[in-house]
């Protein structure tokens, strides 16, 4: 089974039962606790005649073409745990314009045989891609920065609203998209991941839900579990008090403006470049600070982010986020730690720790060590830090 399509359903809407399967693939493929929200969000609230568009459930990214033949509603839907929108809705526009003219089975036949084609190659540096017209492969590095094909400054709209939105991403308050239609929701949430890279937004977030989709009733009856939810139904608007930031999207398209998406994102790439650079200061009174997550502000970082805009209790509540642990663990090993590691007595450090946070630092060291290669100073070091913990932990057992 392909890792780029976990189901494909063909569903066809019908007024009194609502969604009804036609197909699904794999066939014995159990939707569980989602089913609801799958099949009735693979629809929008007003009939298109022609649509594709992508909604969120849970893990899942789901890419979705509606049509209308013969006065009769379908969709056929991708269900993914891998996150590249703009290769699925690609993939699905040329479907659209080469089976158009075919039956509903006939174009999930179709579809259904491509997608379970795309694979990793045996490396995992490249994946090969099965599209309508043409085979073709991409480097995996290239996919790392998903969103970045989807341009704010036409999907949402002008550089006020967008630094709303990115001080709203990155301070952990909740967004409210109101759209007029699936595909403009879709365009808009995914521009607004865009402008925080290299921070990854990590928490569930809902692209678009609709009357009959049980977590619209959940959103609409105040629910704060997703920090992010697009809708087509104004009566979200109405109700819901929730959200710090609501942006009702235009009805019309808005022209691109290079300089405003250079602003924002140039402002992610400062923010993170100033954070490292606060790391790697922390570093300096205790090596152990990365592998803890722990975090202090200063006075001469707290003037630095306010040059971003943010205040000391905003970057305060970034740095305490999943989205910033996320962006975070993986820089732990950088040369800043071996300069620091190095710099300090092994007993001088573990002395200062508590034992709850050296059993946290003794499984991240031990991890880290097993992968040295050709540093036998650092593998040293950490031997000698290793065996201190453990004596610790040892002794207060």
């Known amino acids: 089974m392909t890792n780029f399509c976990e189901a494909l359903t063909l569903l066809e809407y019908n007024r009194e039962k609502g969604p009804v399967v036609i197909e699904v693939h794999p066939q014995n493929y159990e939707f569980n606790k989602e089913k609801e929200s799958i099949f009735i969000c693979s629809f929008p609230e007003q009939t298109e005649k022609n649509i594709i568009f992508s909604f969120t459930v849970k893990k899942f990214l789901c890419y979705i073409w509606s049509f209308v033949l013969n006065e009769k509603i379908y969709s056929i839907t991708i269900l993914s745990r891998v996150t590249m929108p703009s290769f699925y809705l690609d993939f699905l526009k040329q479907c659209q314009d080469k089976f158009k003219e075919l039956e509903p089975s006939v174009r999930f036949k179709f579809i259904k045989d491509l997608i379970f084609k795309w694979d990793y190659t045996k490396n995992f540096q490249t994946i090969k891609f099965s599209f309508p017209n043409k085979d073709f492969e991409v480097q995996t590095s290239d996919l790392r920065l998903p969103f970045c094909n989807f341009d704010p400054t036409v999907n949402i709209g002008k550089d006020t609203i967008l630094l709303r939105i990115w001080k709203a991403l990155i301070t952990n308050q909740s967004i409210l998209f109101i759209g007029n239609n699936p595909t403009q929701l879709s365009n808009a949430v995914f521009s607004a991941l865009s402008m925080i890279t290299p921070f990854k937004f990590i928490d569930y977030y809902i692209i678009f839900t609709r009357l009959g989709d049980p977590r619209f009733a959940d959103v609409i009856n105040g629910s704060k579990r997703w920090r992010i939810v697009g809708t087509t139904n104004s009566l979200a608007s109405e109700r819901c008090s929730q959200f710090q930031v609501v942006i009702k999207l235009s009805d019309k398209p808005n022209p691109s403006n290079q300089d405003t998406l250079n602003f924002v994102r140039k402002r992610s790439n400062k923010l993170a470049e100033k954070s490292e650079m606060h790391l790697n200061y922390m570093l300096e009174s205790d090596p152990y600070s990365d592998i803890l997550n722990h975090f202090d502000m200063n006075k001469d970082f707290a003037r630095c982010i306010r040059r971003i805009d943010l205040s000391e209790n905003e970057y305060t ?33 573990v002395s200062k720790h508590s034992n709850d946070d050296l059993a946290i630092v003794e499984k991240s060291l031990a991890g880290y060590y097993d992968h040295i290669r050709g540093d036998d100073h650092l593998k040293a070091v950490l031997a000698l830090h290793l065996k201190l913990i453990r004596k610790r932990i040892h002794q207060q057992k």
Request: glycine share 0%.
């Open 317 to 349: 509540n970034f740095a305490h986020s999943s989205m910033f642990w996320e962006w975070r663990r993986p820089l732990i090993y950088r040369e800043s730690f071996r300069e620091a590691i190095l710099s300090f007595i092994p007993d001088d450090v």
